[in-house]
């Protein structure tokens, strides 16, 4: 078997775990939620696996009375599981007695709520500081306690690093794959998605072309709120047929239950003077290298510059014409973002006014509301420019600016003198 590497929502897990009696560990196929969680368990149950489905089917207590911790994997196959836990879990509040984890949420299944009785955890793909790159320097964690921590370090990983770590992906099944092999992988990771995924969440899929083609035009919308109404217009086929917006609705809806989009919300606070912010998400596929195999790149064609309007014509209407690289980055840094939040019980948003004259990246919002603003950049260095809507921001709230930082592709973390940390996206760490 092999070795074992600690995620950051180890510590999560195990924090939980100490006081609370179920857990639902969720997120797409292939983030490695089964041998997270297997590491916990005393008994585990596949319902993936049809004699393990037809034992929970017949009768749950099969699986609730077996040796504790319990692991139910792809427990999305029989929703009734989930009621029956939560029934175990009103009769004995001991900690530590069942893992649920789902690769999709159900289809048809009679609820979904265990407030108080089953607590659901988020888990992604690995980010960076989870990659085999150099040791993160500076923790989100530091930075989101608003005391100004001191920014050093440096890196030999640059630009083509980057593109190699958008490609290779973050599923860590398939890390140790190359060339033709990762490819094939990923692939066929899309080709399930629309073969057989779509199909276990109750929905027939009549024209698969036309569903592929509005993945690919959501691809190309990565790290843009480009509407939906532009993204089922780029899906159109080289015939003129364009999916119709209840179909182009449901391939949303059901990818969401899927975890494979992975939008960014607008950030709208709720307690200062901020207004005219716009609600649209900021899209962003579950990991980038799907985005990038759906638009047909490899690393050269990143490093090159391909737009993604060359990537993919069916994508053409994309709200900017900068290199796809740029899009990727972004993508890239907001998944190593958001795992690091959720290690600090944050949250991430993005900020957008609706003229758009002011757009950060990322928001990350702490529960008391202050926030810590980050701007994603394809560059080594960093100008006055693009420092801007990071200092508008903290003119307009102040104190409730915790701090301020540009990720790059740099090689040295330092502070401006107007404040601003400079980090390297290999230097940031949970």
């Known amino acids: 078997m092999k070795e074992y590497k600690t995620r950051v929502i180890d510590a999560e897990l195990d924090e ?34 049809l004699a393990q489905r037809a034992i929970a089917e017949a009768d749950p207590a099969n699986v609730l009375t077996a040796p504790r911790p319990v692991l139910i994997d792809e427990w999305q196959y029989v929703p009734a599981i989930w009621d029956a836990v939560r029934r175990a879990v009103d009769a004995d509040h001991s900690a530590n007695q069942f893992l649920l984890a789902g690769s999709a949420a159900p289809a048809n299944a009679p609820t979904h709520s265990g407030a108080a009785r089953i607590i659901t955890v988020r888990m992604r793909p690995l980010s960076l500081a989870e990659r085999e790159v150099p040791t993160p320097t500076v923790s989100l ?22 593109a190699h770590e958008i490609c290779r992906s973050g599923f860590p099944g398939i890390r140790h794959l190359t060339g033709r092999a990762l490819r ?15 199909a276990e969440q109750g929905y027939v899929v009549r024209r698969p072309d036309a569903l592929r083609r509005w993945l690919t035009a959501f691809a190309a919308a990565t790290a843009t709120c480009t509407t939906f109404e532009k993204i089922r217009a780029a899906a159109t086929s080289g015939e003129g047929n364009t999916p119709t917006k209840p179909t182009s609705n449901n391939y949303r809806a059901i990818l969401e239950q899927l975890w494979i989009l992975d939008s960014v919300p607008g950030w709208l606070p709720s307690r200062n003077q901020l207004a005219r912010l716009t609600q649209s998400p900021k899209h962003h596929l579950a990991d980038p290298a799907l985005a990038a195999r759906l638009l047909g790149v490899d690393e050269r064609a990143l490093l090159e510059g391909t737009t ?19 899009q990727l980055f972004e993508s890239l840094v907001t998944l190593s973002v958001r795992v690091y939040a959720q290690h600090a019980e944050a949250r991430v948003r993005h900020l957008r006014t609706r003229d758009g004259r002011q757009e950060i990246d990322l928001i990350v919002e702490r529960d008391d509301q202050k926030v810590l603003a980050i701007e994603v950049k394809l560059s080594a260095t960093v100008t006055d420019a693009d420092v801007k809507h990071l200092l508008w921001l903290r003119d307009q709230l102040g104190a409730d600016v915790l701090d301020l ?26």
């Open 184 to 198: 094939a992988q990923l692939d066929g990771y899309l080709q399930r998605i629309v073969d057989r995924d779509f």
């Open 16 to 49: 939980l775990l100490q006081s609370l009696p179920a857990l639902a560990l969720e997120g797409p196929k292939g983030v490695g939620k089964s041998e997270t969680c297997q590491r916990r368990a005393h008994t585990t149950f596949r319902l993936d696996e």
């Open 141 to 162: 964690q530091s930075l989101l306690l608003g005391e100004r921590p001191a920014i050093a370090g440096q890196t030999d990983i640059g630009l083509r690093e980057y």
């Open 405 to 430: 930082v540009i990720i790059t592709t740099g090689t040295h973390c330092y502070r401006r003198k107007d404040g601003v940390a400079v980090i390297p996206a290999a230097l940031l760490g949970p």
């Open 308 to 326: 993604a309007a060359q990537a993919t014509a069916n994508a053409s209407p994309t709200p900017r014409d900068g290199a796809l690289m740029g």
